[in-house]
């Protein structure tokens, strides 16, 4: 794969692309990341990247020509090519503006980004970017989330981080990607992959423990050490469902429940009351 970054703070990633499984899946040969510095692209002696918006109102947008001319130098296939080759299931390449406004980044998402062989990351500024950009240049707009940052810069580090680790050979061990919270419920294809007592399906993540066995008088669950699959089994989809009813129940709506699980929840609420 390879991730284009466009940015006026090109030394914002020196640290995020040089540590842990991006810069492991650079080494690989299994990504290359390019950040591309938008100043590069002005043409005045002031290197202005900005300017104040038509109608008014507060701060500075992004200009449209910086941004308009590096995506032109990167040989892409264009706008409409891309959006059409995503309905028909085809994509290769993806033009994201990271927005406020963009629809909600989520881990199918990543897993639809981790199968192209190209991203260009469009990292907004200010009070955002020039509305050209998002009509002709970028095919979709990612959040992060419901909340509002100076820039894309760390939403785009975000991303990378999460597709990086779902390229082939990223992880060490594959099933690990499979197995965490949202994995199942995003990707229902890869629900039965995980080991039988770790998979998460859906929800969120159970705890986990290691040595010692009993850390200041704070003990591991006696389940965990008894050796027993189901048992284990039990224990940790019990402990996902009072995690994910205590701190996202939201995912409950939408999570694929047994009768078993509905016990499990139905007991954990009237604990609650």
Avoid at 163 to 170: Q, T
Avoid at 176 to 183: A, G, I, L, Y
Avoid at 198 to 226: I, Q
């Amino acid at each position: 794969m390879r991730a284009d970054i466009l940015t006026i703070f090109p030394g914002f990633f020196s640290g995020p692309l040089e540590h842990g499984i991006t810069r492991r899946a650079c080494e690989m040969g299994l990504a290359i990341i390019e950040v591309h510095d938008l100043r590069q692209f002005t043409h005045d002696k002031h290197r202005t990247v900005d300017d104040r918006p038509f109608g008014g109102g507060e701060g500075m947008v992004l200009k449209p020509e910086p941004l308009f001319e590096c995506l032109e130098s990167l040989d892409l296939d264009a706008r409409e090519v891309r959006i059409n080759d995503r309905i028909a299931g085809r994509a290769k390449q993806s033009v994201i503006l990271l927005s406020a406004q963009g629809q909600r980044f989520t881990q199918t998402i990543a897993a639809e980004l981790a199968a192209l062989d190209r991203v260009v990351l469009i990292c907004g500024r200010y009070e955002g970017v020039d509305e050209r950009v998002a009509d002709f240049l970028a095919d979709r707009e990612l959040s992060i989330g419901d909340y509002v940052l100076s820039g894309g810069e760390m939403p785009a580090a975000v991303i990378i981080e999460s597709v990086m680790r779902l390229l082939p050979g990223a992880v060490g061990n594959a099933a690990s990607t499979r197995q965490e919270s949202f994995t199942a419920h995003e990707q229902p294809e890869v629900a039965d992959a995980a080991d039988s007592t770790c998979g998460s399906g859906g929800l969120l993540d159970y705890p986990h423990y290691t040595r010692p066995a009993d850390f200041r008088g704070m003990a591991v669950p006696e389940a965990l050490m008894s050796g027993n699959h189901e048992e284990i089994r039990r224990w940790r989809r019990e402990r996902a469902l009072e995690k994910t009813l205590r701190n996202r129940p939201d995912l409950l709506e939408g999570a694929a429940l047994s009768a078993e699980d509905s016990k499990v929840l139905a007991r954990l609420k009237r604990d609650r009351e």
